[in-house]
């Protein structure tokens, strides 16, 4: 694990690593998260398990983190000193969401990628369908953001509805 | 007397038909350990079906339907029912498997007409099958027809009223088996229930049919299974006889009934034993059907055929 | 069970048939389907009554919607819906169409089925036993005597409030008015 931890720290500038068990924690600046994923993707970690998102709304930021780990038969390659999962994480400004793709490392971050669009307003760029996947109707704000009151839309959507008689 | 056999033998046909549909979901309920429906239940889902009001899709749709009917009406009429036989001519075997085919020709027309792909995959994989089973049907009935030396069907349950069974005598034992091998497929039961797959196909070429078109079509069902039966009983099992006893000592009108008693009596047994088959098989795909149907009943009619122009 | 009584077969021979033999639509719906294949296999044999599940709407009479209906599935219950040959009956398993159930305050299931299509008849639950499903074909038998049962005169008499519920939901629909 350290030498993992030496070879990134030396590529990369503007990075903080925090090593647990056996997963390690990548924060990064925004701009670096595709040449990072790709030296990763280099070193061995070839699986994209998650994209995921957080949402801070006091510090007005969407930390959106990528899970990566290591297919079974490269396990040989690595010694008990390396990482099982690496955890990356950047933040972007809550109020324009927009931020690249990483469609082009990893092929099968396309519905995650669109996921995030839906349900919380981030914009990739260069992805080829952002188009709707689970919902049906469409939000002023997206849904999973901490402003949006469910109720509030319940009462002012669903309930205005009358009853047939 | 003939008018009286015209309009008697469709009906028995339709009761029986509807008789075997019924059975067939009780027996099915008590060999899963459950209790089934009455077995008067397809009869009060017909009157369900005539009492909805269906969608159709054109002139077609309906009209394919109701040839499939006619086309088994019409067999009926030409198959004996003891000794009952309404058009009884010298070619009776020879008009009975062409207008077999009339049936599923019936609904694939209606089926084209209406717009789903689902009846069309349906009624590809009905027609692959009746031309699987046709080549060994077609060689078991030349071999009938070699030994008894006659075309009509009311001359071959007579001669075998005379001299046994058909399954019994040695010349035809093979064509039997075969026949009974490919009756599945014919009646369309478990394995070879492709046809009418719900859960794959959303049940084949019924897809669209709902109303009156589905009271059509399960009689339909019934009556295509009375004549695959029937025609077995009729070729092999010595028809409504019972080894030529009755011609002795009752008069005709007694001897009809009984006649039909006994049919009913044999095709109930046979179609017990299918229902047997079709309570513990799962169900093939089409071409393992296809490879099933010509490898081993298509031999051994073929070996039948041989044994039986060897011995005339 | 009055299936025995030929009297009552001759007087109304359609509500008998209407009653005795429910084909069920096979829409597996949200997660009160789970219920559903127990209740037509060996241990609670629902054939008995007459029940038995098919594969398309054109040949059903009875439409089960068991557990929570999101926006996407309304569509499709509707469409089904409206495939059916006439004299049809529905029937809400779960309190999800009741009033919402679990998911009363979600932004993606509705919450009272009746405002969309006419519903005839609930069963409280989360999610009802086999049993209870056989209580509910038992009263359902009750209603079709009475000729409460008529769920569909509903829709076809009301037809545009239900279409103005359905739009307001969905913004426009893809597929013309039933009933002009």
């Known amino acids: 694990m350290k030498t993992l931890k030496k070879k990134i720290e030396s590529s990369f500038d503007n990075i903080n690593i925090t090593v647990t068990d056996n997963n390690m924690d990548i924060s990064i600046d925004k701009n670096g998260i595709v040449t990072l994923l790709s030296f990763l993707k280099n070193m061995g970690y070839e699986h994209l398990a998650l994209i995921s998102c957080v949402d801070l709304p006091d510090e007005k930021l969407l930390e959106i983190v990528y899970i990566l780990s290591a297919y079974m038969e490269n396990d040989k390659k690595f010694t008990e000193k390396e990482a099982r999962n690496i955890i990356v994480k950047t933040r972007i400004p809550r109020d324009k969401a927009n931020f690249v793709t990483v469609i082009d490392i990893f092929e099968n971050a396309e519905p995650y990628e669109r996921e995030l669009h839906e349900l919380f307003g981030i914009h990739f760029q260069g992805h080829p369908r952002l188009t709707p996947l689970f919902l049906e109707l469409e939000y002023k704000i997206p849904p999973f953001r901490k402003d949006f009151d469910t109720r509030k839309f319940v009462k002012q959507f669903f309930e205005n509805i009358p009853a047939v008689e | ?312 | 069970m009055d299936r025995n009584q030929i009297k009552k077969w001759f007087k109304s021979p359609a509500k008998m048939g209407h009653k005795y033999s429910l084909h069920a639509i096979y829409f597996c719906t949200g997660c009160g389907i789970i219920e559903i294949p127990p209740s037509i296999t060996a241990r609670w044999d629902a054939e008995r009554f007459g029940v038995i599940p098919v594969a398309t709407p054109r040949q059903a009479n009875l439409f089960l919607i068991t557990g929570y209906v999101s926006t996407k599935t309304l569509k499709a219950i509707i469409r089904t819906y409206e495939q059916m040959p006439e004299p049809k009956f529905t029937v809400g398993f779960g309190s999800c169409p009741i009033n919402g159930g679990m998911y009363w305050d979600s932004y993606n299931t509705i919450k009272k089925l009746d405002k969309y299509i006419p519903v005839d008849g609930w069963i409280a639950g989360c999610m009802p036993r086999p049993e209870a499903v056989f209580v509910a074909v038992t009263h359902l038998w009750t209603l079709i005597d009475k000729d409460m049962a008529n769920g569909y005169i509903k829709y076809r008499e009301k037809y545009k409030y239900y279409r103005a519920n359905q739009e307001k939901v969905f913004g426009t629909l893809d597929w013309p008015p039933l009933f002009s």
Not at chain 2, 17 to 44: D, N, S, T, V
Not at chain 2, 63 to 70: E, F, K
Request: with cysteine; glycine share 10%.
């Open chain 2, 1 to 312: 007397m003939n008018i009286i056999e015209i309009i008697l033998s469709p009906v028995i046909a339709l009761l029986m038909g509807l008789f075997f549909l019924g059975l067939a979901r009780k027996i099915m309920a008590r060999i899963h350990w459950r209790y089934g429906p009455p077995i008067y239940q397809p009869i009060i889902d017909i009157i369900r079906l005539f009492s909805q009001k269906a969608m159709s899709h054109g002139f077609i749709f309906e009209m394919g339907i109701i040839l499939s009917l006619a086309g088994s009406f019409l067999v009926i009429l030409f198959l004996p029912i003891g000794i009952m036989c309404p058009l009884s001519t010298g070619g009776g075997l020879l008009v009975i498997l062409y207008v077999m085919l009339l049936g599923p020709l019936g609904i694939a027309l209606s089926g084209g007409e209406a717009a789903n792909p689902n009846t069309s995959i349906g009624i590809s994989r009905k027609f692959i099958l009746a031309l699987c089973y046709e080549v060994p049907l077609l060689l078991i009935i030349l071999a009938v027809i070699t030994h008894y030396n006659t075309i009509s069907i009311v001359e071959i349950v007579n001669r075998q009223s005379m001299s046994g069974w058909s399954f019994g005598s040695l010349p035809l034992l093979l064509s039997g088996i075969a026949y009974l091998l490919i009756l599945p497929a014919i009646l369309g039961i478990r394995p070879f229930e492709v046809v009418g797959a719900a859960q794959e196909i959303s049940s084949g070429p019924s897809v669209e049919y709902g109303g009156k078109y589905l009271a059509f079509n399960t009689i339909e069902h019934g009556l295509n299974e009375f004549i695959g039966i029937a025609l077995f009983v009729n070729l092999f099992l010595g028809g409504g006889d019972l080894f030529g006893i009755f011609a002795s000592f009752v008069d005709t009108v007694l001897e009809s009934i009984l006649g039909v008693i006994v049919f009913l009596v044999k095709m109930i047994i046979v179609f017990v034993i299918g229902l047997f088959i079709n309570a513990v098989y799962p169900r093939f795909r089409i071409e393992q059907a296809v490879k099933y149907i010509w490898v081993w009943p298509t031999l051994l009619a073929f070996v039948g055929l041989i044994i039986v122009i060897i011995v005339h």
